[in-house]
């Protein structure tokens, strides 16, 4: 089945500063990876996702690239401000696998901690 | 639009009892799945139920049980509960069993087995 690492488990930066969480998987049926936000006490909460015919994606403050070659994506947040402090998720997922495999595998999480 | 609603947010239970959750998927979603978090640690995959049958069961035991209802909401029940199925659970709603649409998480009910 996937296997999906996350790096790191701990990140803190400061205010302005960007950060970015790196993420590997092993099935290479995986083509759809979310990365989900989660505040304490929430459920996870979509940012942005990619899907493995494109490279990269961005969204104001959040961008993801994906290398399919290599089995790894990363999410990077520019001009960080202390209410992106949450936990972070990335996940893979094989949207054209069939049968009974329609589900999200998750990183352990990255906790960023954006100092004001 | 609402989005997917979990009942109860917060359950204690005693070892050995039975429990049951729920989860109202998001308007004009047939697909819902339901995931476990342990404390620190990312969601794990149950189950999956897709136009009311179960469609993906991950590494859980027979007593971890679910259904989905003709209007789409869930269930799920566990029984003859451990220690160790404290944790947050989490229902996450999707249409065509998250092809292409991605799934929308509930904020989840924290249970604590005692």
Request: glycine content about 10%.
């Amino acid at each position: 089945g996937e296997n999906v690492e996350q790096h790191p488990s701990t990140l803190s930066v400061q205010e302005g500063d960007s950060a970015v969480i790196k993420c590997t998987y092993s099935d290479s049926a995986s083509n759809y990876f979310p990365w989900y936000k989660q505040e304490l006490g929430k459920g996870p909460q979509l940012i942005i996702d990619i899907r493995s015919n494109v490279g990269e994606k961005k969204d104001q403050r959040i961008a993801v690239t994906l290398n399919k070659t290599a089995k790894h994506f990363s999410l990077h947040i520019t001009e960080t401000q202390p209410e992106d402090s949450a936990v972070y998720f990335c996940a893979a997922y094989p949207e054209n696998s069939g049968g009974s495999n329609y589900k999200l595998t998750f990183g352990k999480g990255t906790l960023l901690t954006v100092n004001p | 639009e609402t989005g997917v609603t979990q009942s109860p947010t917060h359950l204690i239970k005693t070892r050995g009892q039975q429990v049951t959750l729920r989860c109202s998927s998001q308007s004009g979603h047939n697909t819902v799945s339901w995931y476990q978090q342990a404390l620190g640690q990312g969601p794990q995959f149950i189950f999956q139920y897709y136009r009311e049958e179960e469609n993906g069961r991950g590494n859980f035991p027979p007593r971890f049980s679910g259904l989905q209802f003709p209007n789409y909401s869930s269930e799920l029940n566990v029984n003859a509960l451990e220690l160790d199925d404290s944790a947050l659970y989490l229902c996450a709603s999707s249409l065509d069993r998250g092809r292409l649409y991605g799934y929308t998480f509930g904020s989840g009910t924290r249970l604590t087995v005692v």
